[in-house]
């Protein structure tokens, strides 16, 4: 039997096998012969009902099964046996699909088949797979990976052109299938590696049907482009895709099935889009290729839904949502399933959109308890655990769907069981969010859970304004806070826990080793991908090798050391007292602000009082801000700072006034959110003047983050690190980057030491390469350079260093470096353009050139959010380092120093705020500890002369005493 090529026809699912009978060596018995035509005649009978007739293709399998189990064929017991495994899972049936597995396993597993049967292996590989797949099914996807990743790693040891048909065929589909996994746990970016690593395949190995596995392959990525909402690049692979599946279907009507899923994605976009006539459209095209009871029509049905939905038809919506219903409820023959989940989820939606609150608590009541196999909710009341639902991504939207339910049944009738119902769904949103969040490794799969959840978390900050202003409990402030906290930088908290893990984890340090070497490799081929504009191939293989060694000893971590995994990504909520003790002390005030589309939320603290408020915040605020900015950081140095002026008393009203009104402490840290993040507060104006007039104010990226950067342990010898480079002629060979020579930043560097024990590096001496290897062995650096912030990918953002004449090193440092140095530093000081300006990212904040210093380690930083002025700079910079010598906190010797700066410049135009304002400070703003230098030499000089007084006033008193000692010791004679 020639099971290869039958396996290779059974993936296509065409269902046409090749079923061919060893001739036994020797006189065969006629009653042998007929019992072989017999399975052959079942065999093809059941293969032949497949798709219509469950039950009768189950009779006629099984009839072969019996009669190859008498002949002891166990190569074609097991075919058949595959051959029920696929009707099963046309049919969803489940309970069958286990049970055939089971089977087939009980073969696999005796001694005696594993010794007759040829060719176990192929066997034993086919049974990997279609287990994985029948985990796949039940959405048990950790399982399903396993099994997958056992079979990836085994067929993927052997070069590509060794690999057999059949070998090539389940590489193909193992690699997709692994994507799909890692694309339903919304870890998109594995996902897209493991895609490309399946088109690299099918590339550097064509064969007969590479075109039908590349147009598959590029199917699947086409929608993990729109999961991740490039719609664009989604659009272009499926309109190829269609067209060629098009052209194959008028030769073979087999690709009707292709056809339909391309032409139902093309609609989900234009739908995502809010395309929706194209939307339709396309979908009445895509009906010619059905089928009658097409298992398609059902999926169509919900997007019909969603279409009449977004035309306002709810009736013909809902409709068509019933239908889909009923249909997916057949096919699941009625079990919990997330498909039927997903439908309840939509009628829900469309009763919320009409205001019909009841009948939409209701339905998500049905929904909830079609999320899980043991869930089982019986009001409004209580919710899943998303520990035991299907998906926990799904989960968080319908609780989302709920709250809103709830939120409008409470504003027609203030029910307290109703806020109290949207308290408890809230802090299940918070539940459910964080349980995601520590299954994401990757960065950029963060990003876009929190890009999900954003809109969320502002809902439940309106609903937790609600129930402060029916109660103002410090819980519900608690609450609103910890909602405030997940819309901030949780990627930063999770690097400043590193260390915290990493000491009280239990992992062993070649393990730590091994997993910074990786994260450092990777690091570098990403760089040269990033660098190079052609032939990246190479550096594309070697990273996917990286990866998935990567992620795979991540695994580890989370199964082997589980309190490591917990100390750096468990969830941690946040209380009022700690955050006063750690963050706010006397005459501290703390503002953290959460920016919707209509509103601005902002919770104040002091170290007795607190506030919610919220406050009207349009896009013409926004504009303001902006506009704002432009004034400061380009501006018209020919016009006066009317404004400047103007617009900033504007944005005083706007932002402080409402929050300051009963706070009166002059240090502020200021916690913001979205455009805030470009506004230095201190030039706000106040009854008339600068707010840096009467406030000291620092920055944070979250309260969290400042909590753990205020408990890092500072390093109690002051040495500066200081590093000016010079850029005549400097070109970066690989980039072309060309940087203007910098006149003052030497002397910025020299006037650190007048305070401060200090090594400058300074010109051809100031390179990366020296920066690296001195960094860790101070407390405080100092960076007078270039840098520019790169919006369309903030991970190259970067800071200029020297190019060394003998170093094959070259000379940026960018952000994504950051993450693979360890820095021990106080505070960082970036005196460069734009080191605190990036791209405004949800869930992360500003994406900048500091917050890489935050991932190395750096406590506090000192940045710009502007280009500055190379001359203006070196003023300002000495007289900080002299406040922050003279035991001043870091928000106060820089506002003292804006004061000085201001009061020592007698030219007007270079008074405008664009010369001394860029500079902002964040992170644990207390003072450095104080330089003791000057204070050694004076108390030593004070002691030595105590010294020489005392010892010049023994002599004169026993000179003067020296007759009456005489007289003594005579006496004594």
């Known amino acids: 039997m020639k099971k290869k090529t039958f396996y290779i026809k059974y993936m296509r699912s065409t269902c046409l096998l090749v079923f061919f009978f060893f001739v036994s060596v020797g006189a065969v018995s006629q009653n042998i012969a007929d019992k072989e035509k017999l399975v052959e005649k079942f065999y093809f009978k059941g293969l032949e009902l497949t798709n219509t007739k469950k039950d009768s293709s ?165 929608q993990l482009h729109r999961f991740t909402q490039n719609y664009k690049k989604s659009n272009t692979i499926l309109n190829e895709v269609l067209g060629a599946y098009k052209v194959r279907y008028a030769k073979n009507k087999g690709y009707k099935n292709n056809v339909n899923a391309a032409y139902g994605k093309l609609v989900e976009i234009a739908i995502d889009q809010g395309n929706l006539q194209k939307a339709l459209s396309n979908l009445q095209e895509a009906q010619e290729y059905l089928l009658d009871n097409d298992p398609f029509y059902k999926d169509y049905l919900i997007l019909y839904g969603d279409i009449y939905s977004g035309l306002k038809n709810d009736e013909k919506s809902l409709e068509s949502y019933q239908e889909a219903l009923r249909l997916f409820q057949e096919y699941r023959q009625n079990q919990p399933h997330q498909d039927i989940a997903e439908v309840q989820g939509k009628i829900a939606e469309l009763y919320l959109k009409q205001k019909n609150y009841q009948e939409g608590l209701k339905t998500v009541k049905i929904a909830f308890n079609a999320e899980g196999s043991n869930i089982k909710i019986t009001d409004y009341k209580h919710n899943p655990n998303p520990t035991q639902v299907f998906s926990k991504t799904q989960l968080l939207h319908l ?44 960065k950029l799969d963060k990003q876009f859970l929190a890009e999900k959840a954003y809109p969320i978390f502002h809902r439940m900050m309106g609903v937790a304004f609600m129930a402060y202003k029916s109660d103002h409990s410090p819980e519900v402030l608690e609450l609103a806070l910890n909602i405030a906290e997940k819309n901030k930088d949780f990627v930063l908290l999770e690097a400043l826990r590193n260390a915290q893990a990493v000491q009280y984890g239990d992992v062993p340090q070649k393990v730590m080793d091994k997993e910074a070497q990786l994260r450092a490799e990777i690091t570098h081929f990403e760089k040269e991908i990033f660098d190079t504009t052609g032939g990246t191939t190479e550096f594309s293989d070697q990273l996917f090798i990286l990866k998935q060694k990567y992620y795979g000893l991540l695994d580890t971590l989370k199964q082997k050391y ?71 950081s380009k501006p018209d140095l020919n016009g006066a700072e009317e404004e400047v002026i103007i617009l900033g008393e504007n944005l005083f009203d706007k932002l402080l006034k409402e929050p300051l009104k009963y706070f009166k402490g002059q240090n502020l840290t200021i916690i913001p959110d979205g455009e805030l993040y470009y506004l230095p507060f201190d030039i706000l104006h106040e009854n008339g003047s600068y707010l840096l007039k009467t406030k000291s104010i620092g920055y944070g990226n979250s309260v969290a983050s400042l909590i753990a950067l205020n408990k890092k342990r500072s390093i109690s010898k002051n040495k500066v690190l200081a590093f000016a480079p010079n850029f005549t002629d400097a ?97 960082v000081t970036l005196s460069a353009c734009q080191t605190g300006i990036g791209k405004l990212q949800k869930g992360q904040g500003m994406l900048s050139l500091s917050k890489g210093f935050y991932y190395a380690g750096a406590k506090s930083l000192v940045n710009t959010l502007w280009k500055i002025n190379d001359k203006s700079s070196v003023k300002l910079m000495k007289y900080f380092y002299e406040g922050l010598s003279n035991g001043q906190g870091k928000s106060e010797a820089l506002r003292k120093a804006k004061l000085k700066y201001l009061a020592s410049t007698d030219d007007n135009l270079l008074k405008h705020p664009y010369y001394w304002s860029a500079f902002v400070v964040s992170g644990d703003v207390s003072p450095i500890s104080p330089n003791h230098f000057w204070e050694y030499t004076v108390m030593g000089v004070l002691i030595l002369g105590i010294v020489l007084l005392y010892i010049v006033g023994r002599r004169n008193f026993f000179r003067s005493n020296r007759s009456t000692f005489n007289i003594k010791i005579n006496m004594k004679r």
Request: aromatic share 14%; hydrophobic share 35%; proline share 1%.
């Open 58 to 222: 189950f009779f006629y399998y099984r009839l072969a099964l019996q009669h190859a189990e008498e002949l002891q064929h166990h190569s074609d017991a097991i075919e058949i046996l595959f051959g029920l495994i696929l009707t099963a899972r046309k049919h969803g049936d489940i309970e069958h699909h286990q049970i055939f597995l089971q089977e087939i396993d009980s073969i696999l597993t005796n001694e005696d088949v594993r010794i007759a049967l040829d060719d176990y292996q192929y066997y034993e590989n086919r049974f990997i797979y279609e287990k994985a797949t029948y985990f796949y099914d039940l959405l048990e996807y950790d399982q399903a990976k396993r099994d997958f990743q056992k079979l990836y790693t085994l067929l993927s040891k052997k070069e590509l052109v060794k690999l057999d048909e059949y070998e090539y065929n389940l590489l193909i589909h193992t690699t997709n299938y692994l994507a799909l996994i890692y694309s339903h746990n919304s870890k998109y970016d594995l996902a897209e590696t493991y895609f490309n690593r399946s088109l690299n395949f099918i590339q550097s190995n064509p064969v007969d049907e590479s075109e039908t596995y590349r147009l598959a392959t590029l199917q699947l990525l086409a």
């Open 399 to 442: 609780l989302d769907v709920k709250l809103q339910l709830l939120q409008g049944t409470y504003e027609k009738a203030s029910d307290a069981s109703v806020l109290e119902a949207m308290l408890k769904t809230s802090n299940n949103i918070l539940e459910t969010f964080d349980l995601l969040k520590t299954e994401f490794d990757s």
């Open 562 to 632: 589980p309190k490591y995994h917990d100390l750096k990504y468990g969830s941690q909520t946040m209380d009022l007292a700690t955050i006063r003790n750690t963050v706010i002390g006397d005459g501290n005030t703390l503002l953290s602000y959460t920016m919707t589309d209509n509103y601005l939320y902002i919770i104040v603290l002091d170290n007795k009082d607190e506030n919610f408020i919220k406050l009207p915040f349009s896009e013409a605020d926004r504009e303001d801000i902006r506009k704002f900015y432009r004034l400061l």
């Open 731 to 827: 070109v970066v060979s690989s980039t072309d980057r060309q940087f203007g020579k910098l006149l003052y930043n030497d002397d910025e560097v020299a006037n650190i030491s007048s305070f401060y024990d200090t090594e400058t590096v300074l010109d051809e001496k100031a390179t990366l390469a020296s920066f690296k290897m001195k960094n860790s062995h101070f407390n405080m650096l100092h960076l007078a350079t270039h840098a520019s912030a790169n919006d369309e990918y903030p991970d190259y953002s970067y800071l200029a260093f020297s190019q060394g004449k003998d170093s094959s090193e070259g000379n940026i440092l960018y952000i994504k470096d950051l993450y693979n140095i360890t820095l021990n530093a106080d505070m």
